[in-house]
């Protein structure tokens, strides 16, 4: 599915250029749930960006589903993102002034799903993830849980191959974080790929594996 | 549709969500946009709106100018005018205006109630050359423009509705004017007029050019066509050839004078075309402080929604998408204020085409103008999406993942964006500037307009016009009585301290005048005799307006018709022909009566025309003996002037019921009605300057309030590391202080530049008025600190620990 080659990320400062990815290469097959680990800095959140086509300024080789990514253009990477990944962010990044509803709803419309099909959608994710009595609140009537809840929710709702999810714990109560692990191992069980990243090893144990970077380098 | 009407939601609940942004923006454009659409209404009614003739930019009027004696827009001679018409090869349908006033005395119908009408004497060939048609009845035949045939009358459309019910037959009925039987031929249509809107009723101008004794009489208005394939320089030079002419075979009458051509648009509104262009830059400038402002807000709020537009390109949305959204509420927004804009633009020409200074020709006409309204609209709503889309733009270009982690701390594209807001508001405060320095200059020179001495004390008097012709008092032997008695009658009522009369008031306009020189002087040829002003007037007047007596004696009883000729001159005559003194005793010869009038007086010099104007040397003559139809009461009261006017009204009807009695009203609004041309100039400009005030002041505070919610992390990290109280405040105020000097720098140097247009709007005041260029510049600067307190409390206010948490 994912196979990375040389892929190098770095910033030109005063004193010369500094890396944050440094030759970058693996594989990640399809079905996988995989877990990226290392201290602050080492880069995994910016790997996490560059897998999910939110940063384009790199180096190196990337092919995703066959597609040569760093040979595409930025419109049709989005293109690419929109066609099979979701995203789960450690702040949540709801957005403030839309209901639960219409957070759901958000990537359908950018997919250009019929009204018709998406309110089918949405309520079936809605219940799915039983938030069915929170459709019309807004997320800052949400505890930080159930704002996790609702970003995985909108992360899946499209139907994507991949998850990619950036500390989706981070901001939780343990009891909350276990609830969303369970989750992504269901995901993950029903075919959905998730690569994750995270600093608690208890999270790392629902993956298959763990990438280890350090300074930019995969380590382990 | 679905998602642009979703989009349409969003936006409106974003709108509703944020009451403080939404009413500050939807203020600023409906105070951009209808300020802006009601000086252009006014200014195209006032200057651009074609009048309502056949191809009016080929209509000129023609006055006589005589440079030596500094006169350039003289009334026409009689004998100038019959010669223009036989010989000018460039113009056609040549008709002379002659404006009057006369009396309605019956209508259709018999007995009407008696009214003071203006009328205007034209000539037969007026309506053709215009083409007017009245839409009832006909214009005037050449043959009814003749000595002793010209009782006809065309009625203007407000008379007609007024007095006559609209009636639709009222062509071939009978009116009587002055006592005289005319015969209504017709009705002009609505809004008809030459220069005057003011006119009742036409006649023909009638009158005999061959007479002698008016063939040198300056007294007509001159109107003409260009003939088809002229020029205007073509005409000028022409008429010129004819004046030198005309001047060599009458010396008498036309040494030095020669004829003075315009376009009709450019007379009627030559006097106010400059302070219209004033207060269109002004409000221009106003426009464009409304789109800086609108454009600062959106900027700041969109700044503030990186993050949202980073997790909406996250999940999908395309740079286009994300376009629409913005697009659509941007103009939501710009809707909404266009609104409320376009009501409070009816509301303002309304209330300026009923109140504004009837000195400002056609102000009457202005209404709101579709095209005029839809342009500043369009002005503000293009700023409004520009401005609006740009946060997306941004966004979409931006690295998500950067604007997802950092968002909230600025960065580099929010530090470029600060940057943009803050050469916007010192756009904004150089704007507010000249704003405000226009109108400080205005109002400074309004002021001083108002110390400036009239010459009488107005307060508490009274004054209504009397116009005796056509009535039964109207007799040259009942006249000088009919006033007398009216005066007794006055000035016994009950709060009068005197009364008088005078055939036209101060302050009114120039009125009836005439050459003289002075006897036992050598005798100056026709052409060099200086003009003066006459003026009859009751024994009573002088006291009664406060016009002060310098030397000599008032007019008394033994003052008659039988008595010697007198004369009471005003301080500039004296002054100009007795410098050392001793014009008691003197004596004028007057071209008027060739009488010689003896000096017994000499009295304070009375402003005839306008405050600002030059003071004319003025001739009055006791009423004995120089009995105008028309007289003007003035009635000095104790009180309230009104208060006795029902009174005073009382008092002449109980002596003739029937006589008209007409424009009753306190001195002191004459006064402030020859200043209202300056002041509605000096109050429009400092409205104006009260608004650019308040979008400068929400500007500077918009810009400070946002960058300080910016730097919140840096203000919690220098009070961390010991900044104190004093420490903030000054980061704060510094920037506003920094935005308000670059500001008023710029603004400075524009103002320098661009004033001196203003030049013929101002009096006593130069436009590089020191102190009112400091004045304003502290006043800004006073301003712009004030607004960037709030802030600088705001930023005091936060806990360290909380502000380095701040994301």
Known sequence: MIKLQNV????EGGYGRTYVLRRISGEIKEGEFVTIMGPSGAGKSTLLSILGMLDGAWTGEFEFFGNQVHRMKPKDRVELNKKYIGFVFQSYHLIDNLTVYENLDIPLSYRNVKSSERASIVCDALDRFHIVGKRDLFPSQLSGGQQQLVAVAR??????????????????????????????????DEGTTIVQVTHSHANAEYGHRVINLADGWIVA | MNLMGRDLRFGLRLLTKSPGFTAVALATLALGIGAATSIFSVVDAVVFKPLPFRDPDRVLTIWEKNPSLNRFRMAVAVGNFRDWSQQARTLEGIAGVYDATVNLTSGPNGRVDPEELKVERVSASLFPMLGVQPIIGRAFRPEEDRPGHGNFALLSHSLWERKFGADRSIAGKTIGLRGQPYLVVGVLPAGFAVLDPSVDVYVPLALNANDPRFAGARMLMVTARLKPGATLEQAKQEMEIIGARLELSNPAVDRGWRPNLFRIQDQLSGNVRKAMWVLLGAVSFLLLMACVNVANLLLARGAMRQKEIAIRAALGATRGRLIAQFLCESVLLSLAGGALGLALARGSVALVAAFGPASIPRLTQATVDGRLFLFALAVSALTGILFGIIPAIQGSRTN??????????????????????????????????????????LLRSFARLRRVDPGFRSEGVLTLRVPLGGGRNNANERRVAFFAEVSDRVAALPGVRSVGAVSALPLTGLGGGTVFWIDGRPTPPPERRPLGLTRGVTPGYFGAMGIPLIEGRFFNAADTAASQPVAIIDQALARRFWPQGGAIGGRLITDANDNVEEIVGVVGTAKPDKLEGDDWPTIYMPYSQKHDQTMILTVRTAGDPMAAASAVVRAVHAMDAEQPVADVRPMDHVVDEAVSGVR?????????????FLLAAIGIYGVISYDVTA??????????????????????????????????AIGLLAAFGLTRLMQPMLFGVSPMDFETYAAIAALLGAVALAASYLPSRRALALDPLTALRHE
Do not use: C, W
């Not at chain 1, 991949?162 to 995901?187: R, V, W, Y």
């Not at chain 2, 919140?712 to 920037?735: C, F, H, K, S, Y």
């Open chain 2, 400 to 441: 998500m993942h950067a604007a997802l982690t950092e968002a909230g701390r600025g960065g580099t594209a929010g530090r470029a964006a600060r940057r943009l807001r803050s050469a916007l508001v010192v756009a904004e405060i150089a704007l507010a500037l000249l704003v405000l320095i226009g109108a400080g200059l």
């Open chain 2, 680 to 692: 509605f100039n000096a109050v429009a400009l400092a409205i104006f300057a009260a608004i650019a």
């Open chain 1, 8 to 11: 190098e990320k770095f910033y």
């Open chain 1, 155 to 188: 992360a899946v709702i499209a139907s994507p191959k991949l998850i990619l999810a950036d500390e989706p714990t981070g901001n939780l109560h343990s009891s909350q974080g276990k609830e969303i692990m369970e989750l992504f191992k269901k995901l993950n």
């Open chain 2, 711 to 744: 730097r919140t992390n840096e203000i919690g990290i220098r009070m961390a590391l010991g900044a104190e109280r004093g420490d903030v405040i000054m980061l704060v105020l510094g920037q506003g202080a920094r935005l308000a000097a670059y500001g008023i």
